[in-house]
Nanobody, 126 residues
Framework: QVHLVESGGGLVQAGGSLRLSCAAS????????MGWFRQAPGKEREFVAG????????VYADSVKGRFTISRDNAKNTMYLQMNSLSPEDTAVYYC???????????????????WGQGTQVTVSS
């Protein structure tokens, strides 16, 4: 199975930037749809961004569109989330996820993803 480990989280000032990484091991993610989700304290986990196996399609939540950029490097078995213009509303634990079913579409539903990382904390101060 695929093991996912997020990194790059931390504490930043509003307006700042962070780049999250999701390193996969155990299996190539070359043919997998990948996604980022986040969960703030007391709130449900929400979709942030998703990317197709060949980076040909990306999907973003409205709340992050224009500020966040999802990308992947299949040769490095790694996915990234570049986060710019961060605001306190972006504070959450960010999770990377893999859809191992070789989906042809990027899904926004967490239930469609099979493997999850443990999350990395992103805190944005005002």
């Amino acid at each position: 199975q695929v093991h996912l480990v997020e990194s790059g989280g931390g504490l930043v000032q509003a307006g700042g930037s962070l780049r999250l990484s999701c390193a996969a091991s155990g299996h190539t993610i070359r043919n997998y749809v990948m996604g980022w989700f986040r969960q703030a304290p007391g709130k449900e986990r929400e979709f942030v961004a998703g990317i197709s196996w060949n980076s040909g399609r990306t999907v973003y939540a409205d709340s992050v569109k224009g500020r966040f950029t999802i990308s992947r490097d299949n040769a490095k078995n790694t996915m990234y989330l570049q986060m710019n213009s961060l605001s306190p509303e972006d504070t959450a634990v960010y999770y990377c996820a893999a859809d191992s079913q070789r989906s042809l579409r990027v899904t926004t539903y967490s239930q469609e993803y099979d493997f999850w990382g443990q999350g990395t904390q992103v805190t944005v101060s005002s």
